[in-house]
């Protein structure tokens, strides 16, 4: 069987009258490509020009090689790929082929990071267990905010460097019971013990985590509280029952860094909607309830600040290169890890 050659055509009727199909991906019979190429050259000067210029480059098995490559990369299907060459892709395709590009460039910068980090990982692994304790750090923010790539990037460098790295499965949209979203101080409620188990479990661990990687901890879980309490399903007095059990010293002591994720809710929208076949707002993926989740994130930011609890606050209203956050997180993670062993 030939290579696919990966053709993309513009226009189904630019070379006259009966050239088929407007896109060829996989050439499943070599002589129906021949017998298009007969046609062009008997067509007139200016369509074999057009046709040379629109299929003889793509053509080329250079070209095909790249583009099976970055398909590969990047999860497009062919078609996917093809729209994409034509300038038809959808943002979501752009955005997969802008992460492949940067990830194919700037790995020799991080290559200190790299060396850093396994140094210090040679020292802790030489700690005894009573002298160990894992440094447990919360991602929270905006649905769509980037928590769950940037959570990726991080865990999978740690791992890769020699660290003893637990990152839980998200409570809230993974592990939750689905017949709770119907009431949503219950599906919140049971994310907020989740996060505290998971909390626990890790820290008590005999397996001495060196860093536990929480998405969705019991900060996320308050500014979801505050947004229900607004909008009266519950009461300022259970409110606050249930804020005293969420930072409780017991637990909450224990998450030493919490890095927030927030984006304008039009951002957040149009990431959900963007990737998914149906364009309508859910109950918490729409634009009222975004408002006042970001809202609230800033708010209850200020009062763990006063607390004296370290938070770091990222903005990603713009697409960008997600391992630009995810390298400060790193750095910011090496030197609390850093400052055990000294």
Request: charge should be positive; proline fraction near 4%.
């Amino acid at each position: 069987m030939p290579k696919p050659l990966g053709v993309a055509l513009r226009d189904p009727g630019q070379f006259g009258e009966g050239f088929g199909p407007c896109r060829v991906n996989y050439l499943e019979d070599q002589r129906f490509f021949l017998r298009r190429l007969r046609q062009a050259f008997a067509a007139p000067v200016a369509l074999r020009r057009n046709y040379r210029e629109t299929v003889g480059c793509r053509a080329r098995q250079s070209a095909s090689e790249r583009q099976n490559r970055v398909r590969a990369n990047v999860g497009l299907s062919s078609f996917g790929m093809s729209q994409f060459l034509s300038g038809n892709g959808e943002p979501a395709c752009r955005r997969k082929l802008c992460m492949y590009n940067a990830s194919m460039t700037g790995s020799q910068d991080d290559s200190h990071l790299q060396s850093d980090a396994k140094s210090l990982s040679e020292r802790i692994s030489k700690l005894g267990n009573d002298d160990k304790l894992p440094l447990i750090v919360e991602f929270a923010g905006s649905p769509k905010a980037g928590k769950s790539t940037t959570i990726d990037i991080v865990v999978h460098f740690f791992k890769r460097t020699g660290f003893k790295t637990w990152a839980p499965t998200e409570g809230a949209s993974k592990r939750t019971p689905p017949f709770l979203r119907s009431d949503l101080v219950a599906f919140n409620a049971w994310a907020l013990n989740y996060a505290i188990s998971e909390i626990l479990t890790s820290y008590h661990n005999v397996e001495k985590y060196d860093l536990v990687v929480l998405d969705r901890g019991p900060f996320d879980s308050l500014a979801w509280m505050r947004v229900l309490k607004d909008n009266g399903e519950l009461t300022q007095r259970e409110y606050e029952y249930i804020e005293n059990f969420a930072r409780h010293p017991k637990w909450s002591k224990l998450v030493e860094r919490i890095y927030l994720f927030t984006c304008i809710p039009a951002t957040s929208m149009k990431r959900e909607h963007e990737s998914k076949l149906i364009q309508r707002d859910g109950t918490a993926m729409n634009e009222e309830m975004l408002t006042k989740l970001k809202d609230k994130y800033l708010r209850l930011e200020e009062d763990f600040q006063k607390d004296e609890l370290s938070i770091q606050t990222f903005s990603t209203d713009q697409d960008g290169d997600p391992r630009d956050n995810a390298r400060r997180i790193v750095n910011d993670i090496i030197d609390m890890l850093r400052k055990r062993v000294q």
